[in-house]
């Protein structure tokens, strides 16, 4: 299998080149150029294997320049004892006709460890197949989990370092304390003064700034990302959709071969496109719900077909989907124009000068047949935890309540009857303040402001769940001071970390 550049004017690349690389040179994102079919039968075989074997699996269609034994050697170091639930991904039912996916149960309490758990193996295996002489840095521009499931799996990695790069301010008071307790000689940290679009837009920046490159290179390193639109981080997270259709078969949810749908919390567009994916190569999947917060530019376009991002940013108690700028959004696009690399540059160049781009009418019949889409603002947020918990006595976080909400919407809007499996992204006890806000607000009265743990216990007393270890770790660490830079000193921090490592070593 090889891998092209949505944007066309790239070279094509092998698998462990398209991971190593992360972004294709012209600015285009890396896509496989088939996706390999999976037949009835394969699906068959494939229902009763563990997570890890079913990882292998599917990872072998896509990754040729890997075998089949160092894939399998991989996913089971991958997805071992780092998570606290046998299953890895397990499906919980909710009510009838609706069963959760528990993406959190991995070290970092988010769905980023599904991927971030997995790519360091792929990527030190790609240099390797690459014979990379150079050190690799990864650069992250971070909503708030990616930076610490990223840390999590590239901490003391041989021959890697992280960078990682959060908007000031603007993820989760648990997020930004697990990122400040990581530990790693390989590892640095900056807050940026900005919003995640400003920090993502900075990155990106650094990636494409030829001359920057070679001053990197000169020290001994090369870029390579992290982020959902390297490769690595799609493919595990194909997997995740499989697991869960076979999961609802075990459970007598479904049938084998009838159709499952998916509503998924979405920022920067990568789980979904996972399972898009997954649906282009033959699991049974009827709609994918995208679920936005108030942040809604996705529900705009799959609404008009119009991709708009000149509009208010809004910091909402979702963090990790306040994103205007969804990344993965281009391979999406580059299969509904039927591959039409040229026509992706144009769109990419429209929205990068203009802020805007459009399809065509029938572009949006076609991405109506696999997609639905809706949003919900806070005020629904806490409503839908509420009544989820007093309910069906299950806890949800943020932004998995942000998919629920979206999931009535669509039930009540389209009567649509089919099964469906809520994506659930996060541990609540990662966003606390706001679930307990939703559940037993009068708790929060009490509070003591400068206990950083004081929301986490009253949230277990409210609800006798108990706090993950990813949580509870936290009470003993060290907490790293926060580095605060200017938009513009991204670069500058970049290079004075490279000199750090280099004097280490
Ligand atoms: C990253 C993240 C999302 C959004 O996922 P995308 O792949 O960026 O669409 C949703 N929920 C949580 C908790 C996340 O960490």
Redesign the pocket.
């Known amino acids: 299998m090889k891998y092209q550049s949505t944007r066309g004017a790239a070279k094509t690349v092998s698998a462990s080149e398209a991971i190593l690389y992360g972004l294709a040179e012209d600015g285009g994102l890396y896509v496989p150029e088939q996706f390999p079919a999976v037949s009835p039968e394969m699906l068959l075989a494939w229902s009763s294997l563990s997570y890890p074997a079913l990882a292998a699996k599917i990872m072998a269609l896509y990754l040729s320049d890997f075998s089949e034994e160092e894939l399998q050697d991989i996913c089971t170091k991958a997805y071992g004892d780092r998570f606290d639930n046998t299953q890895i991904a397990p499906l919980v039912a909710l009510k009838k006709n609706e069963q959760i996916l528990e993406l959190f149960h991995g070290p970092t309490l988010?769905?980023?460890d599904m991927a971030l758990q997995i790519l360091p193996y792929l990527l030190t295996a790609s240099m390797k197949k690459q014979q990379e002489s150079k050190k690799v840095l990864i650069l992250v521009a971070t909503?708030?989990?990616?930076g610490k499931a990223a840390m999590e799996g590239f901490a003391d990695v041989e021959n890697t370092a992280i960078h990682v790069f959060y908007p000031h301010g603007g993820v989760s008071p648990a997020q930004e304390l697990q990122m400040r307790c990581q530990k790693g000689k390989n590892i640095a940290l900056h807050a940026v003064k900005g919003n995640f679009d400003d920090t993502q837009t900075g990155v990106k920046r650094i990636f494409s700034d030829v001359d920057f490159a070679k001053e990197i290179d000169a020290e001994g390193y090369r870029f390579s990302s992290a982020n959902?639109m390297n490769f690595g981080r799609l493919l595990p997270q194909i997997v995740y959709y499989f697991s869960a259709y076979f999961q609802a078969v075990h459970a007598g949810a479904i049938q084998m071969g009838d159709v499952l749908n998916f509503v998924?919390?979405?920022?920067?567009?990568?789980?979904?496109l996972s399972g898009y994916y997954a649906k282009q190569m033959g699991l049974p999947v009827g709609r994918l719900i995208c679920a936005s917060n108030r942040n809604n530019v996705l529900t705009d376009f799959f609404a008009d077909g119009i991709y708009d991002r000149k509009r208010t940013f809004y910091q909402t108690s979702?963090p990790?989907?306040d994103?205007l700028v969804?990344s993965?959004l281009e391979r999406l696009l580059y299969e509904i124009s039927q591959r039409d690399t040229a026509q992706v540059a144009s769109w990419m160049e429209e929205l990068n000068h203009a802020g805007k781009y459009q399809l065509s009418p029938a572009q949006r019949e076609t991405v109506l047949k696999d997609f639905a889409a809706g949003y919900a603002d806070d005020e629904q947020v806490k409503q839908t935890i509420a009544k989820v918990w007093n309910e069906n006595n299950m806890l949800l976080?943020t932004?998995s309540a942000v998919a629920q909400c979206v999931l009535d919407h669509y039930i009540e809007n389209s009567h649509d009857e089919t099964a469906t499996v809520l994506v659930s992204?996060?541990s609540p006890y990662?966003f606390a303040a706001d679930v307990l806000a939703a559940i037993a607000p009068e708790k929060l009265q009490k509070i003591d402001s400068s206990d950083p743990f004081a929301v986490t216990d009253l949230l277990e007393e409210a609800t006798h769940i108990p706090v993950p270890e990813g949580i509870e770790s936290l009470r003993k660490a060290n907490v790293a001071k926060e580095n605060v830079i200017e938009r513009d000193e991204m670069k500058k921090a970049v290079l004075a970390s490279v000199q750090q490592w280099k004097q280490q070593s």
């Open positions: 988010a769905f980023k909503s708030g989990d990616t959902s998924v919390p979405t920022g920067n567009f990568g789980n979904i979702s990790s989907m994103i969804s993965n976080d932004h992204t996060a990662k």
